[in-house]
Each structure stands twice: as structure tokens, then as C-alpha cells.
T-cell receptor, first 114, second 109 residues
Framework: DTAVSQTPKYLVTQMGNDKSIKCEQN?????MYWYKQDSKKFLKIMFS???????INETVPNRFSPKSPDKAHLNLHINSLELGDSAVYFC?????????????FGEGSWLTVV | EDKVVQSPLSLVVHEGDTVTLNCSYE??????LLWYKQEKKAPTFLFML????IEKKSGRLSSILDKKELFSILNITATQTGDSAIYLC?????????FGKGTRLSVIA
């Protein structure tokens, strides 16, 4: 059983489109995250939700909007996609009081904007 | 601003060599340091370190933390081609993990 699962794994889309990436975790964790990994493999946090509440919102264009319908799901919606949005997006989760706890990653969603 | 710096950025070694990967950090209210291995997909967890001077070991891999000097090292002995990967260091403080840029290790036969 996959602990943190993301869909789709691969996504190729044109500039200007709107797309969503879904994430689900079955670990019973309270906290979920979205990380972006650029072409140089640098991982940077975008958002963090704790029990459906947004707790971290880094400097990310407002074209990116996370949505957490329940604590097991955290979806990422991106409007008006740009070339620079091409990256791998990782969903992750951790237990409550996540600071300092192990974060578990999904397998990533490879987004290519053409 | 919190930051994590890893060195070297890339490394090529022969099978059987021993390697040491370095990670220094500056994180507000430091809580823990984590090492991940990333091959083709998601980073997979290796170690979490919270106390200075206590070595954590898993097979040929070991890691230690120095909270006074704000760094950690990851050692891999008797390297194998399967150790080829990007090794990510991350520190947790007031915010969730802040990652370094990784060390790309290539082990050649």
C-alpha cells in the first residue's frame, strides 16, 4: 500500500492551461505539504496544512492554490500555467507537531509546461 | 533566512571506496537534521539526528550531528553502484524541512 500517493505521475500541458495534482495519504498524519523540486533537484516547500488548516504559505504565485477537503487529502491547483512551472511536485505528510519529525514523500508529479 | 548547505555538490568514486558527505545548517530553533536518499523517484528517509555526538548506523551508512558547529556528515563505506543517488540533507526548525541542494554521488564499477 502506497503511504502517500499522488496523481497524475506525469503531466504535459500547454501554457495558459489550468491543472490539478491530487494527493492522498493513508498514514493517519495530520500535516501535509507540497514541495517543488526544480531542474537542479532543489526541494523547496510551497504549502503546509495541518488538519485542513493552512499553516505555511511560502512565497508562491497566487496561481497556485492548495485545497484540503480533509486531513488525508491535499490537492494542488495551478491556474494559467507558465513555462517556469515545469518541475516535479512532491506531496508529503508527517505526524502532528511535524517540526522535527520525519516527513514522508509521495513519488512526485512531473509537470512539463510547453 | 534558514539555510542548509551541502558539499560536495557531486562526487564520483569507485566501488569499494568510502565517502563522506557534508551538511551545514543555519536554522532558527533547530530541532533535527534528516538525511534522505533520492534515486529516480521520491526522497527516501535514511536518518534523523537530534543529539550531538551520537552516531546512527544502518548497514554501510552512518551519520553524526555536531550541534555546536552546526553540521552533520553522512558516511558510506565500501560503496556499491546501488549507492549512486542524490543525497539530501534537511534541517527542521520553526518551519518544516529546509533542504540543501543535495550531493550527487556516482559509484562506478
Amino acid at each position: 500500500d502506497t503511504a502517500v500517493s499522488q496523481t497524475p505521475k506525469y503531466l504535459v500541458t500547454q501554457m495558459g492551461n489550468d491543472k490539478s495534482i491530487k494527493c492522498e495519504q493513508n498514514l493517519g498524519h495530520d500535516t501535509m505539504y507540497w514541495y517543488k523540486q526544480d531542474s537542479k533537484k532543489f526541494l523547496k516547500i510551497m504549502f503546509s496544512y495541518n488538519n485542513k488548516e493552512l499553516i505555511i504559505n511560502e512565497t508562491v504565485p497566487n496561481r497556485f492554490s492548495p485545497k484540503s477537503p480533509d486531513k488525508a487529502h491535499l490537492n494542488l491547483h495551478i491556474n494559467s500555467l507558465e513555462l517556469g512551472d515545469s518541475a516535479v511536485y512532491f506531496c508529503a505528510s508527517s505526524p502532528y507537531g511535524a517540526l522535527g519529525n520525519t516527513i514522508y514523500f509521495g513519488e512526485g508529479s512531473w509537470l512539463t509546461v510547453v | 533566512e534558514d539555510k542548509v548547505v551541502q558539499s560536495p555538490l557531486s562526487l564520483v568514486v569507485h566501488e569499494g571506496d568510502t565517502v563522506t558527505l557534508n551538511c551545514s545548517y543555519e536554522v532558527t530553533n533547530f530541532r533535527s537534521l534528516l538525511w534522505y536518499k533520492q534515486e529516480k523517484k521520491a526522497p527516501t528517509f535514511l536518518f534523523m539526528l537530534t543529539s550531538s555526538g551520537i552516531e546512527k548506523k544502518s548497514g554501510r551508512l552512518s551519520s553524526i550531528l555536531d550541534k555546536k558547529e552546526l553540521f552533520s556528515i553522512l558516511n558510506i563505506t565500501a560503496t556499491q553502484t546501488g549507492d549512486s543517488a542524490i543525497y539530501l540533507c534537511a534541517a527542521a526548525g520553526n518551519t518544516p524541512l529546509v533542504f540543501g541542494k543535495g550531493t550527487r554521488l556516482s559509484v562506478i564499477a
